[in-house]
C-alpha cells in the first residue's frame, strides 16, 4: 500500500494519498486544499486516482474536492447525512477566515457497511456520527488502518459544539464501533499525529475505563 499523508490548510487536516503498487489506482480521502501537492503526490507514485472521500462535510476536509475531481475525473463521496452541511460552506468559510470555495458536487453516499475500493485496495465505511450526522471512518482491514476523521484523535476526540455535533452520538460511535477494532490499528486522524486503537484504549482520557 501506498499510503501518503500531506497536512493542508490553515487548520492542517491530514490528506491522504492511498494508493495500489500494482494496480496504481488510488484513493485520495479529505482533500481539504492545496490540491496542486497532491496531485504532486499522486504524480510522484504514478498514480490514478478512482475515489475522492470525505469523512465529513467540514471546510477544511472538503475544500478541495471540486479542484480534485476537475483534475482527476473521480467521483466525489459523502455520506448523505452530511449534505446540509456542505450547504454551509461559505457560513464554514467565515467561521474560520478562508475563501468560500464554491459550490461542491456529490457523486454519491457512502454509508454503514460500504466498502470503497482502489485497485486491490479495499476501505469498509463505518459510519461514526457524532463530530457531524454524516462523520465516517474508513477502515482498511488487511493494512489494520484506519482513517478516522475528526471522530478520534491522538489523546483526544472530535469537537461536538458545532452545528450537527453529538457527545451522546460521538461516544456511541467510538464505543460500538471505533474500538472494537485490534489494538494494534494505526490511526489516521483528520488532524496531528498518526496513534493505535491499543494507545488510545490505555491513554485516551475520552476512553479510559475506570
Ligand atoms: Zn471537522
Known amino acids: 500500500m501506498i499510503h501518503e499523508i500531506l497536512p493542508v490548510g490553515p487548520l492542517h487536516c491530514n490528506c491522504s494519498v492511498i494508493g495500489d503498487e500494482v494496480t496504481r489506482e488510488a484513493m485520495v480521502i479529505d482533500p481539504g486544499d492545496e490540491i496542486e501537492d497532491v496531485l504532486a503526490l499522486v504524480r510522484k507514485h504514478n498514480l490514478q486516482v478512482k475515489q475522492i472521500v470525505v469523512t465529513h462535510a467540514h471546510i477544511d476536509h472538503v475544500g478541495g474536492a471540486m479542484k480534485l475531481r476537475a483534475a482527476t475525473g473521480a467521483p466525489i463521496l459523502l455520506n448523505q447525512n452530511d449534505y446540509a452541511l456542505l450547504k454551509m460552506l461559505d457560513v464554514q468559510a467565515a467561521w474560520i477566515g478562508v475563501e468560500d470555495p464554491g459550490k461542491v458536487e456529490i457523486d454519491g453516499s457512502v454509508g454503514q457497511a460500504d466498502t470503497v475500493r482502489a485497485g486491490s485496495l479495499t476501505a469498509n465505511v463505518m459510519h461514526t456520527p457524532g463530530h457531524t450526522e454524516g462523520s465516517v471512518c474508513l477502515y482498511f482491514p488487511l493494512e489494520k488502518k484506519l482513517i478516522a476523521g475528526d471522530t478520534l484523535f491522538a489523546g483526544s476526540i472530535g469537537r461536538t459544539d458545532l452545528p450537527g455535533g453529538s457527545f451522546e452520538k460521538i461516544m456511541d460511535s467510538l464505543h460500538e464501533?471505533?474500538?472494537?477494532?485490534?489494538?494494534?490499528?494505526?490511526?489516521?486522524?483528520?488532524h496531528g499525529d498518526l496513534t493505535t486503537i491499543g494507545e488510545e484504549r490505555q491513554s485516551n482520557p475520552f476512553l479510559v475505563k475506570n
Do not use: F, I, S
Not at 177 to 188: F, R
Open 177 to 190: 464501533k471505533v474500538m472494537v477494532l485490534p489494538d494494534d490499528t494505526v490511526v489516521v486522524p483528520g
